[in-house]
């Protein structure tokens, strides 16, 4: 038993504790606290326990403190709304397009969250500069990690080790992917989440338990990838999910010794599907060696100041203006 009572543990507390006291018990030497966590977001509240565990640890014969968080189940934060980041194909740039218009969105104002739905080849990780960053979880929730472009993030690649090939079966994927999506994502209002190429099971399982508010159809400009691109928005159609629209990725490419642009996936071919489906054409990417140098680097382009900077903030103004009128 602690020699100091309960008031006298309080005294130690710092006013921002104490303001948010709801109860503090003690026995055998162990505190238990409970805080009122309403309105706060993930990274405040590991910082207001930290607080009190660190007031606390301090005070003679205390050999454990405990600290409990109410109001997140009392009063749950409103759910992020959800962006779908798709493509039928894969290689075309889906999750690059992700990244920056994930950080491009944060640049504008929006407060954005990433969920890494590519369970078999993360690399969302990899992109917002993270690997080697684990989540920490409090009861059974995971907290997002914390990229330095202002976006958290959860992604397979911050769940398992570097390397470790991921063999699961389809519901285990669903579990993976639920797990993610019911993160703490309070203080985030707008979730991008980069999918797996293709219409698969990660799909459906969004569609059928965390269906997305709208979808963002990337696809290069080359007809087999157009054609994959329009199953993915059938997919999305059929499941009563509006397309935001279409970009057209790795479209005109500058050669860096001669300057000739040339079009090694044709042109134009996104924005005439996406006009012949009556879908918005969001923007385009050209194929830049420096888009995969920075993003291979976990620096994404749509952080700097350059020209493809401009190009992803025109992509999320576009999404942007798509948000608000919502
Ligand atoms: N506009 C671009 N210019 C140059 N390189 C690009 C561009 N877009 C993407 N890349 C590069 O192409 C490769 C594939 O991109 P990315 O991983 O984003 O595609 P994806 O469609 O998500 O692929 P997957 O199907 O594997 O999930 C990466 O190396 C990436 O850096």
């Known amino acids: 038993m602690s020699s100091e009572p309960a008031d006298l543990l309080k005294a130690r507390l710092p006013a921002q504790v104490l303001e948010r006291l709801a109860s503090l018990r003690l026995a055998d030497g ?3 606290l409970v805080l009122d966590a309403s309105g706060l977001d993930a990274a405040a509240r590991t910082a207001l326990e930290a607080e009190a565990q660190s007031a606390l640890a301090q005070a003679p014969d205390i050999t454990e403190v405990r600290v409990a968080m109410t109001a997140e189940k009392a009063t749950p934060a409103a759910r992020p709304r959800i962006i779908a980041v798709a493509s ?31 369970i078999y080849g993360p690399s969302q990780a990899r992109l917002l500069g993270t690997e080697g960053l684990k989540p920490t979880a409090r009861e059974k ?19 398992v080790d570097a390397g470790q090939a991921i063999a699961w079966r389809g519901a285990m994927a669903g579990n993976a992917l639920g797990q993610m999506l019911d993160g703490d994502w309070s203080g985030v209002d707008v979730l991008i989440v ?5 219409t698969g099971d990660i799909q459906l399982t969004m569609l ?40 057209e990725n790795m479209a005109g490419y500058a050669c860096p010794h001669c300057g000739e642009v040339s079009d ?13 489906g009556s879908h918005a054409f969001l923007g385009r990417i050209p194929l830049d060696i420096s888009i995969r140098r920075d ?32």
């Not at 894969?90 to 890494?116: C, E, I, Q």
């Not at 980069?194 to 293709?198: I, K, M, S, T, W």
């Not at 090694?264 to 012949?276: N, Q």
């Open 30 to 32: 162990r505190v238990t």
């Open 88 to 118: 039928g194909k894969g290689g075309v740039g889906k999750s690059t397009v992700s990244t920056n218009l994930a950080v491009a969105l944060a640049r504008a104002g929006h407060k954005v969250g990433m969920v890494d739905a590519d």
């Open 141 to 159: 929730t995971l907290i997002p990690v914390q990229s330095p472009y202002g976006v958290p993030v959860l992604s397979i690649a911050h769940l």
């Open 194 to 198: 980069d999918l797996p190429p293709g």
């Open 208 to 247: 059928q338990r965390y269906k997305p508010d709208g979808a963002v159809i990337v696809s290069t400009p080359q007809d087999l990838a157009l054609i994959d691109a329009t199953r993915a928005i059938g997919l999305f159609d059929k499941g009563g999910v509006p397309v935001i629209g279409m970009v």
């Open 264 to 276: 090694p996936f044709g042109h134009g071919g996104a924005e005439e599907t996406a006009k012949s």
């Open 295 to 326: 993003s291979d680097a976990g620096t994404p382009p749509a952080a700097g100041d350059g020209p493809q900077a401009q190009a992803f903030a025109q992509i999320a103004a576009h999404v942007s203006a798509w948000l608000a009128a919502r």
